[in-house]
Protein backbone atom coordinates (compact mmCIF):
# COMPACT_ATOMS: atom_id res chain seq x y z
CA UNK A 1 0.00 0.00 0.00
CA UNK A 2 2.85 2.32 0.89
CA UNK A 3 5.03 1.63 -2.03
CA UNK A 4 1.75 2.28 -4.05
CA UNK A 5 1.53 5.56 -2.89
CA UNK A 6 4.54 6.15 -3.33
CA UNK A 7 4.68 5.25 -6.70
CA UNK A 8 1.77 7.86 -7.34
CA UNK A 9 3.07 10.66 -5.80
CA UNK A 10 6.97 9.46 -7.97
CA UNK A 11 4.47 9.38 -11.27
CA UNK A 12 2.82 12.42 -10.60
CA UNK A 13 5.50 14.73 -10.19
CA UNK A 14 8.05 12.69 -12.54
CA UNK A 15 9.61 15.72 -14.84
CA UNK A 16 9.77 18.51 -13.14
CA UNK A 17 13.26 20.37 -12.74
CA UNK A 18 15.33 20.82 -9.67
CA UNK A 19 14.44 24.17 -9.53
CA UNK A 20 10.30 23.67 -9.09
CA UNK A 21 12.06 21.03 -6.27
CA UNK A 22 13.97 23.84 -4.47
CA UNK A 23 11.14 25.81 -4.88
CA UNK A 24 9.00 23.61 -3.29
CA UNK A 25 11.52 23.18 -0.45
CA UNK A 26 11.74 26.36 0.29
CA UNK A 27 8.15 26.92 0.52
CA UNK A 28 7.55 24.00 2.81
CA UNK A 29 10.19 25.77 4.76
CA UNK A 30 8.66 29.07 4.69
CA UNK A 31 5.04 27.27 6.15
CA UNK A 32 6.50 25.56 8.72
CA UNK A 33 6.94 29.12 9.95
CA UNK A 34 3.26 29.38 10.30
CA UNK A 35 3.31 26.99 13.14
CA UNK A 36 3.06 29.50 15.66
CA UNK A 37 -0.30 30.02 14.60
CA UNK A 38 -1.72 27.64 16.03
CA UNK A 39 0.19 28.15 19.33
CA UNK A 40 -0.31 31.61 19.64
CA UNK A 41 -3.07 31.37 21.51
CA UNK A 42 -1.73 28.92 24.28
CA UNK A 43 1.37 31.46 24.14
CA UNK A 44 -0.96 34.68 25.01
CA UNK A 45 -2.74 32.34 28.01
CA UNK A 46 1.17 31.14 29.13
CA UNK A 47 2.09 34.80 29.32
CA UNK A 48 -1.15 35.73 31.32
CA UNK A 49 -3.31 37.27 28.41
CA UNK A 50 -7.06 36.08 28.29
CA UNK A 51 -8.24 34.38 25.45
CA UNK A 52 -9.98 37.23 24.04
CA UNK A 53 -6.60 39.10 24.12
CA UNK A 54 -5.47 36.24 21.94
CA UNK A 55 -7.88 35.92 19.79
CA UNK A 56 -6.67 39.56 19.06
CA UNK A 57 -2.87 38.40 18.54
CA UNK A 58 -4.41 35.77 15.70
CA UNK A 59 -6.57 38.30 14.07
CA UNK A 60 -3.69 40.77 14.01
CA UNK A 61 -1.84 37.67 12.14
CA UNK A 62 -4.57 37.13 9.26
CA UNK A 63 -4.76 41.19 8.89
CA UNK A 64 -0.91 41.55 8.27
CA UNK A 65 -1.17 38.42 5.88
CA UNK A 66 -3.43 40.12 3.91
CA UNK A 67 -1.06 43.08 3.87
CA UNK A 68 1.57 41.15 3.47
CA UNK A 69 0.02 39.11 0.60
CA UNK A 70 -0.45 42.47 -1.23
CA UNK A 71 2.71 44.18 -0.71
CA UNK A 72 4.85 40.61 -1.51
CA UNK A 73 3.07 40.62 -5.12
CA UNK A 74 4.15 44.57 -5.53
CA UNK A 75 7.79 44.26 -4.32
CA UNK A 76 8.15 40.50 -6.02
CA UNK A 77 7.08 42.84 -9.49
CA UNK A 78 9.66 46.15 -9.12
CA UNK A 79 12.31 44.13 -7.64
CA UNK A 80 12.23 40.42 -8.49
CA UNK A 81 10.50 37.00 -7.27
CA UNK A 82 14.48 36.23 -5.79
CA UNK A 83 14.99 38.81 -3.60
CA UNK A 84 11.93 39.32 -2.36
CA UNK A 85 11.86 35.05 -0.97
CA UNK A 86 15.25 35.78 0.35
CA UNK A 87 14.15 39.19 2.30
CA UNK A 88 10.89 37.53 3.40
CA UNK A 89 12.74 34.11 4.98
CA UNK A 90 16.11 36.17 6.28
CA UNK A 91 13.66 38.58 7.82
CA UNK A 92 10.85 36.43 8.86
CA UNK A 93 13.33 34.17 10.50
CA UNK A 94 14.83 37.24 12.71
CA UNK A 95 11.25 38.65 13.43
CA UNK A 96 10.39 35.02 14.95
CA UNK A 97 13.24 35.41 17.46
CA UNK A 98 12.26 39.07 18.27
CA UNK A 99 8.60 38.24 18.58
CA UNK A 100 9.68 35.55 21.36
CA UNK A 101 11.08 38.58 23.13
CA UNK A 102 8.19 40.60 23.25
CA UNK A 103 5.71 40.85 26.82
CA UNK A 104 3.16 43.52 26.80
CA UNK A 105 0.24 42.99 24.20
CA UNK A 106 1.06 46.23 22.02
CA UNK A 107 4.42 44.57 21.24
CA UNK A 108 3.57 41.15 20.34
CA UNK A 109 0.71 42.59 18.01
CA UNK A 110 2.80 44.61 16.39
CA UNK A 111 5.63 42.42 16.02
CA UNK A 112 2.83 39.88 15.22
CA UNK A 113 1.72 41.92 12.44
CA UNK A 114 4.95 42.82 10.94
CA UNK A 115 5.84 38.91 11.38
CA UNK A 116 2.97 37.92 9.26
CA UNK A 117 3.38 40.63 6.79
CA UNK A 118 6.66 39.55 5.63
CA UNK A 119 6.07 35.62 6.00
CA UNK A 120 2.82 36.11 3.50
CA UNK A 121 4.95 38.56 1.39
CA UNK A 122 6.81 35.15 0.28
CA UNK A 123 3.83 33.49 -1.27
CA UNK A 124 3.47 35.97 -4.51
CA UNK A 125 7.11 36.05 -5.07
CA UNK A 126 7.09 31.69 -4.83
CA UNK A 127 4.07 31.94 -7.10
CA UNK A 128 5.58 34.10 -9.74
CA UNK A 129 8.64 31.40 -9.45
CA UNK A 130 6.98 28.85 -10.21
CA UNK A 131 5.27 30.40 -13.25
CA UNK A 132 9.02 31.92 -14.24
CA UNK A 133 10.55 28.50 -14.35
CA UNK A 134 7.92 26.08 -15.18
CA UNK A 135 6.53 26.14 -18.69
CA UNK A 136 2.88 25.57 -19.82
CA UNK A 137 3.09 21.72 -20.20
CA UNK A 138 3.99 21.21 -16.66
CA UNK A 139 2.79 24.16 -15.20
CA UNK A 140 -0.26 22.38 -13.50
CA UNK A 141 2.20 19.67 -12.04
CA UNK A 142 4.53 22.71 -10.46
CA UNK A 143 1.87 24.73 -9.00
CA UNK A 144 0.54 21.06 -7.39
CA UNK A 145 4.07 20.21 -6.11
CA UNK A 146 4.16 23.65 -4.45
CA UNK A 147 0.74 23.15 -2.99
CA UNK A 148 1.82 19.59 -1.58
CA UNK A 149 4.47 21.12 0.34
CA UNK A 150 2.61 23.63 2.46
CA UNK A 151 -0.47 20.30 3.11
CA UNK A 152 2.51 18.27 4.24
CA UNK A 153 3.53 21.29 6.44
CA UNK A 154 -0.01 21.46 7.61
CA UNK A 155 -0.48 17.74 8.15
CA UNK A 156 2.79 16.28 8.91
CA UNK A 157 4.23 19.45 10.77
CA UNK A 158 1.24 20.39 12.57
CA UNK A 159 1.30 16.66 14.29
CA UNK A 160 4.86 17.17 15.16
CA UNK A 161 4.61 20.22 17.11
CA UNK A 162 1.24 19.03 18.86
CA UNK A 163 3.02 15.92 19.89
CA UNK A 164 6.00 18.01 21.42
CA UNK A 165 3.96 19.98 23.27
CA UNK A 166 1.59 17.63 24.77
CA UNK A 167 4.97 15.88 25.81
CA UNK A 168 6.31 19.59 27.38
CA UNK A 169 2.14 20.66 28.47
CA UNK A 170 3.45 20.33 31.82
CA UNK A 171 6.13 22.31 31.86
CA UNK A 172 4.41 24.66 29.14
CA UNK A 173 1.50 25.43 30.10
CA UNK A 174 2.76 25.26 33.95
Same mark, same amino acid.
Given at each position: ????? /?? @?????????????????????????????????????????????? &??? /?? &???? @????????? *?? %?????? *???????????? *?????????????? &???????????? /????? %?? &?????????????? %?????? @???????????? *??????????????????
Amino acid at each position: MISAT /VN @LYRNAYNGLGRRMWLLAVVMLINRSGTMVLPFMTLYCKHIGYSTRQ &AGY /VV &AVYG @LGSMVGAFL *GG %RISDRF *GFYYTQFFALFC *GGILFMVLGQMNSF &ASICICTFFLSM /VNESF %RP &ANATAVAHYSNPQN %RTQSFS @LVRLAINVDWGV *GRVGWFSCIHKLSPVVLG
